[in-house]
């Protein structure tokens, strides 16, 4: 009998590569939101630095002056400013890593739906081999017997 081949092997084998590619972008886009994630922490500490500054220059008892006060109303806002931004590069990170997800997710679905008929292949393969085994046995042994049965006679 024939050796098994399946007819969408090329296929399922480029399909695999997709499912690689579909995981690295997955894990690139993961590990960029953890980054941005990490540089946000820096500015939330960075900003709670600054505060913990102002309030202890405050709590002296030490004249302020106008222009130092200027400076730390300027450094809270840039610092205000650049959290928000990274939090919107959070969220459109965000974004694309739940559009990375789906992708993923429908490369193993499609993925899976080919190695599933790739399985029914064989088994049906399988399954044809042992009847075809089964036939031949059952002409060997028919044969057997008319054998015996002639000779016997």
């Not at 941005?36 to 900003?47: A, S």
């Amino acid at each position: 009998m024939k050796k098994f081949k399946f007819q969408l092997e090329t296929l399922l084998k480029v399909t695999r590569m997709k499912k690689d590619e579909a995981e690295v972008r997955f894990a690139e886009v993961s590990r960029k939101l953890e980054d941005q994630r990490y540089h946000l922490r820096l500015l939330l500490d960075e900003m709670q630095k600054g505060q913990r500054e102002y309030e202890e220059l405050s709590q002296e008892g030490k004249r302020v002056t106008i222009g130092r006060l200027m400076i730390f109303n300027s450094f809270f806002a840039w610092k205000r400013e650049q959290i928000e931004m990274q939090q919107n590069l959070i969220l459109q990170t965000k974004e694309e890593r739940q559009k990375r997800l789906k992708e993923l997710m429908d490369v193993m679905s499609y993925l899976k739906s080919i190695e599933q008929l790739k399985a029914k292949r064989f088994e049906e393969y399988t399954a044809e081999f042992l009847a075809e085994e089964q036939k031949m046995l059952d002409e060997i042994g028919l044969q057997l017997f008319m054998r015996s049965e002639a000779r016997a006679k």
